[in-house]
């Protein structure tokens, strides 16, 4: 993306809009949203199959499509637009990534042909109870035993970690801190030991688990000891790819509230006729379309595995994250009194908003992250 | 004749500037081999100093005569908004009168529409031209006049019918500055600089074939130099950028420039100087304050993020795409980045902000930021009307209910004081 779409892109972007207005409409979120496992297995199948979307940006090489960041992001954009509820931000962003950045050749050719056919769905397990994440919030313990490792500790605010087949976890030699004795492991989410509960979420399109392990016995995925780098690389790229999901939330909440201002008459002309909300309306415009000149910049800058990616990963993620937050709130003011009621579906994206503002850090963690980077 | 190529244009334009380009040539003298050329204005019309070429040969051009560093036609201040606008308005005897000599850059002129009582709302202008014993005689007074003090000629617009629509009670004159009746006063703004004068037109005379178009018709013709300002803005002042050579036209146009940019010279600090703000925070040591950090953070992201949009409009218009919503965006972000700058500014100075001049961090020039920052949102259109710009033109909401655009402009409610 050199600032602008290609036909190509532009025309994924349309099918695949055409594509979620049928299978993700607010009423099927609704639906999807007070069922456990959160989504629709037939869609995600859908989804897989006759579009290929886990593959998006997986390598040819690994069964995948061979595209980049940019898609993926235009993907993550209409998917966050729709309130797409599937595990494929866990699977398609964070444990796709961790395993290209992290496993080695075989390992790849193992594991990745099943993600991309969406026949395994995966997830990253970093976080833990402290909410951290970086490789310093890290303090589940990886032992090496005769044939493999053993896990112990507990993760939190997993996505999807209570439906994934398979969970990437990241863990430590005991003793260590920091970035150092730090590795990537799988686990079979039918390993012995495990035990997966599903957190309640004030976002309930955002499934997020409580994993505990005992003893969970796990494969090293790539080097020993060699993990920082690559989940530092994984969580850039994740940024870069929620803030595409944020600004295509925020967009959605932006032209919901448009359209109602247009419709509500109040003394004897629609509201939109006041300056007051025309002004509002041009402020999140700008606001939208910066967090999405980000996000773009970003998704480029991830493609070309670009030298200032840490710095605008963290940039991108900070902007959408601000963004959608505003337009959330103000999409719910624009509304009125029924913006705050639970039939009206600008809660659904606005509690979005505010699970995305935290997932992955805050706005003011990337800020601060942003500052250490910037060499420029 | 055969369609003019990349290639054909190349090469002619490189024989003639090869065989005419001489940097000892007094500029005056240059410029008027250029015009007659063809080659200094190679997109006017070929009845007109130009070749008739489409714009992108037009850059082939001034590819050629950038490759040998030879000097182009008289490029800045409002000279050029008044060749496009008599270029598509003017009567013969006005292109004969004024382009050549708006080309070779021996008349400066000036834009005479901006009124203590009408800002963004141009139209409402009570200057007024009233045609007595076969002349329009004007009165009234203009204001936010760039370049009035050195310009021959203005752009002038004056209401000439007060019973007509606001609109169309309105014309458009060339009126030379230099008479008598013409009174230019330099306007201080509250950064100590003087960019702009105040224009007084006291039974300042016009003959009658300066009008441009109809009498009547001068909201249309402004309307053309407002597109012209809007589109060529920045482009004009890009390309005025003295080079340091050694010659007698490269001296000649530094000094041209350097008068026409003067007027200019804040705006680095007008736009919050965004590049010093890391410089300046690691050398107060406000670097390492957790809060300021998280305030340079954001004045960065919002700065970054507005460069990236700018960009993103331009790719979509070099594609000839439909422009987009991120086109109308440009100035209220630049507005919003200026702001915030200051606002960082002032964080990394503490009590260094309270000083000024040499007092100040860098010779004053943040000190500057801070008192001339306040101007980009006024400017161009404040924020208000741009946000009212975006909102009606791209969010197709409903517009401003008006009352003054129907019946006898003498009738509307106006401004009596500025």
Known sequence: MQFTFTEEQEEFRRYLRRFLDAKSPAVEVRRLMETEDGYDPAVWRQLCTDLGLPAVQIPETYGGQGFGFVELGIALEEMGRALLCAPYFASAVLASNAILNAGTEEQKRELLPPLAAGEVVATLALAEESGRWDSAGIAMTATRTGSGYTLDGVKSFVLDGHTAGLIVVAARRAGTVGDAGLSLFTVDAEAPGLNRRLLRSADATRKLARL????????????????????????DQAAVCLASEMVGGAEHLRESALEYVQMRMQ??????????????SAE?????ELAKSAAYYAAQAADDDADDLPAVASLAKACAADAYTRTAIEAVQMHGGIGFTWDNDTHLWFKRAKSSEVFLGTPAYHRELMMQRWNG | MSEPTEGSVRQE??????????PDLSLVE??????????????????????????????????????????????????????????????????????????????????????????????????????????????????WTTSAHHAQYGLLLARTDWDAP??????????????????VQPLRQMNGHASFNQVFFTDAEIAPEFILSETGNGWAVATTTLMHERRGADSLRRYAKASNRPGRVYEEEAAEIAIQLEPYKWYPQRAGRVDLVIERAKA??????????????????LSRAAEWTARRARAMQDRGGPQGPEGSLGKLAASNVARMAARVHTLIAGADAMLAGPDGALDGVIAEVLVSVPAVSIAGGTDEIQKNIISERVLKMPKEPRSDTKGPFRDVPRNTVG
């Not at chain 2, 334009?13 to 001489?22: F, K, P, V, Y």
């Not at chain 2, 309105?170 to 008598?180: T, V, W």
């Not at chain 2, 107060?284 to 992201?301: M, N, S, Y």
């Open chain 1, 267 to 280: 003394f004897g002309r629609p509201i939109a006729s006041f300056q007051a909300i025309k002004h509002k």
């Open chain 1, 212 to 235: 505990e392990f005992s003893g969970v016995p796990a494969g090293l995925l790539g080097k020993e000891g060699a993990a920082a780098a690559p989940l530092a690389k994984t969580l």
């Open chain 2, 166 to 183: 606001k609109h169309q009670g309105l014309s458009f004159f060339i009126i030379d500055i230099e008479q008598p009746g013409v009174d």
């Open chain 2, 30 to 143: 240059w410029r008027n081999r250029l015009v007659d050329s063809g080659w200094g204005a190679p997109t006017w019309p070929v009845a007109w100093h130009g070749r008739g070429l489409s714009d992108p040969l037009g850059r082939v051009v001034e590819a050629e005569m950038d490759r040998i560093g030879a000097v182009g036609v008289a490029r800045t201040g409002i000279r050029n908004l008044a060749a496009a606008t008599i270029l598509v308005h003017g009567t013969d005897m006005h292109k004969e009168k004024f382009l050549r000599r708006i080309l070779t850059g021996e008349d400066t002129w000036c834009q005479l529409f901006s009124e203590p009582g009408c800002g963004s709302d141009l139209a409402g202008a009570t200057t007024r031209a009233d045609f007595r014993g076969n002349k329009w005689i004007v009165n009234g007074q203009k204001v």
């Open chain 2, 284 to 301: 107060t040591g406000a670097f390492d304050d957790p809060a300021v950090r998280q305030e340079i953070a954001k004045l960065l992201t």
């Open chain 1, 284 to 288: 999140l415009l700008l606001d939208v």
């Open chain 2, 13 to 22: 334009s490189r024989n003639w500037l090869e065989a005419n380009w001489d």
